[in-house]
């Protein structure tokens, strides 16, 4: 999920009522990453560590090799959303400032044992790439006169037998746990602007407004029934798929999101498209007859469920038919 958004103006501002900053996207966001990255070339100090990783960069910088200090830039795009579109709207982040003592064991453990060498992901044998959805890690280093800049691809995914991942991996919890980055990054959500929506460019957050949280812990007591029946109910729709399903609908595409009552009976089937598109859709609606009939049957009366509830139903090139349930349940 990656947008770029051209506003007028360049502005950067404090945010007094959240306590956060916000930058604007204009120009690809420069006057926000002149701040995030600063160029290590022209930053003063002979020695110079960043690390980026999900919505964090860390800044590590030092003249002897010896004492570091350091901050971290926690940021996300804010979501503009109207009637018609969604779109990041600017960036909100905030600076904090780093312990020296923990900048400092984490800037002289990389140096002294160079792990600015380690090569990049492309030259690791056995480095998995390609098909792995989740975030990497970016180093850029400055050791006097030498610079050098190096990402790895979603490193938490790989084998821990490859001795030069072990490193990587060990690197990174050094780092994520002296700095408490994660506290920083609850912290920083925790100023949020409450009913608006953010962007990591991977994945969304919502920021429940006050009457929104209200009614979200309404929900809970039929949130946790729903819960505590999601494996019987999962069960039961997989083996009626099993017995039911004779591959007929291997053209089509749609994912469908069904609806069903307390008694197990589907009431309301629809997709993410447009209204105007849907109407205009041939295949569409027949894909649509083809899901209502292949439910005709299926009711869950003997369950004696007291609220409805819903799941997604999905078809891949084949086919095959899979069955999700996407609903969000309160957490203890």
């Given at each position: 999920m990656k947008y770029i958004l051209a506003l007028l103006f360049i502005s950067l501002s404090l945010t007094a009522q959240t306590g956060y900053k916000t930058a604007s996207l204009d120009n690809y966001g420069k006057a926000f990453w002149d701040i995030a990255r600063p160029d290590i070339n022209t930053s003063g100090y002979k020695y110079y560590i960043r690390y980026e990783s999900h919505n964090q960069i860390v800044n590590l910088y030092s003249n002897n090799s010896l004492n570091f200090e350091g901050h971290v830039v926690t940021y996300l795009k804010e979501q503009k959303k109207t009637k018609k579109s969604s779109f990041p709207y600017r960036y909100v982040y905030d600076i904090t400032n780093l312990p020296d003592a923990q900048c400092t064991i984490i800037g002289t453990k990389i140096l002294s044992e160079k792990f600015y060498n380690l090569p990049t992901d492309d030259s690791i044998t056995g480095y998995k790439k390609g098909y792995f959805d989740c975030w990497g890690i970016e180093y850029s280093f400055k050791v006097k006169n030498f610079k050098i800049k190096k990402h790895y691809t979603c490193p938490w995914s790989q084998t821990d037998s490859i001795n030069e991942i072990k490193i990587l991996k060990a690197n990174y919890k050094l780092i994520a746990g002296s700095l408490q980055l994660k506290k920083i990054d609850d912290d920083f959500q925790s100023k949020l602007e409450k009913g608006k929506s953010y962007s990591d460019g991977f994945s969304y957050i919502y920021k429940l407004s006050e009457s929104e949280l209200a009614a979200w812990n309404k929900y809970k007591p039929q949130s946790d029934y729903l819960r505590s029946k999601k494996d019987t109910i999962d069960t039961l729709l997989k083996d009626y798929l099993s017995e039911n399903?004779?591959?007929?609908?291997?053209?089509?595409?749609?994912?469908?999101?069904?609806?069903?009552?307390?008694?197990?009976?589907?009431?309301?089937?629809?997709?993410?498209?447009?209204?105007?598109?849907?109407?205009?859709?041939?295949?569409?609606h027949r894909c649509r007859r083809k899901v209502k009939k292949l439910f005709r049957k299926f009711n869950l009366k003997y369950l004696n469920l007291e609220y409805g509830f819903s799941r997604d139903l999905d078809f891949n090139a084949k086919g095959e038919a899979s069955i999700f349930d996407r609903t969000l349940y309160h957490s203890d």
């Open positions: 399903y004779d591959r007929e609908f291997t053209d089509c595409f749609d994912d469908f999101q069904l609806e069903f009552s307390k008694k197990g009976k589907l009431k309301k089937i629809s997709v993410t498209k447009p209204f105007w598109e849907r109407m205009l859709d041939k295949d569409y």
